[in-house]
């Protein structure tokens, strides 16, 4: 099984609707990450959270907020999707020390109509 | 503020053509310099983290290599497996967490 997954894999939705993406870990990890990939910006930090009750924004936090569950949960939602938010997005953990690597999940596609 | 640059954008390599990849990066002070593989439509897998400069590592056919200013993936000998976009990220001091900056990557494609 995979130690960092991500639901759904696809989504389409439409302009204004909020949705929710969803980030599950078991690697133990106390850091997690939202990213999100666009073609030619590479990737951004949108939110991480280096514990349950520590939540941060990144440098493009407009328009998403997250929650975080539980240690191993994180998740992203977009309150009112817009076009430019159709995306790539990616979650991340980290277990923090020296040069702190990220691991990233496989990415949820979507699509803003 | 920290800053990754990486060319080329593109490369395309046939099997057995060694090249480089290039990472140049402007950081305050660096925590660490990373490199991660990207298959389309899939997460970045982790492939080294580079602490100081004169640090090489190593990893089947490919060898990551740091100086102050800039970082090196080299690739010997590929084969059309390594076809990928090949990221780099630094991670600086200056921050009060440890925030990557990516680049935007380096698209190689290698023919048979």
């Not at chain 1, 439409?14 to 999100?36: F, P, V």
């Amino acid at each position: 099984d995979a130690d960092v997954t991500q639901t759904p894999r696809n989504r389409i939705t439409k302009t204004g609707k909020r949705i929710m993406l969803e980030c599950s870990q078991t690697k133990g990890h106390d850091r997690m990450y939202w990213y999100r990939q666009d073609p030619g910006l590479g990737l951004r930090l949108i939110y991480y959270s280096f514990d349950v009750k520590d939540i941060n924004k990144g440098e493009i936090s407009d328009g998403y907020s997250v929650s975080r569950q539980a240690q191993a949960k994180f998740s992203l939602s977009l309150e009112s999707a817009i076009p430019n938010q159709t995306a790539l997005y990616f979650c991340a953990t980290a277990e923090g020390g020296r040069g702190e690597t990220q691991y990233f999940g496989p990415g949820t596609r979507l699509l803003v109509l | 503020e920290d800053q990754v640059t990486q060319s080329p954008e593109a490369l395309r390599l046939q099997e057995g053509e060694s090249s480089s990849l290039n990472c140049s990066y402007t950081v305050s002070g660096l925590r660490g310099l990373f490199w991660y593989r990207q298959d389309p439509g899939k997460g970045p897998e982790f492939l080294f983290t580079l602490y100081s400069a004169g640090e090489e590592k190593e990893k089947e056919r490919l060898k990551a290599t740091l100086t102050k200013k800039e970082s090196f993936l080299h690739i010997t000998a590929p084969k059309p497996e390594d076809s990928a976009t090949y990221l780099c990220a630094v991670q600086g001091t200056d921050t009060g967490f440890q925030k990557l900056v990516f680049g935007t990557g380096t698209r190689l494609l290698v023919s048979p």
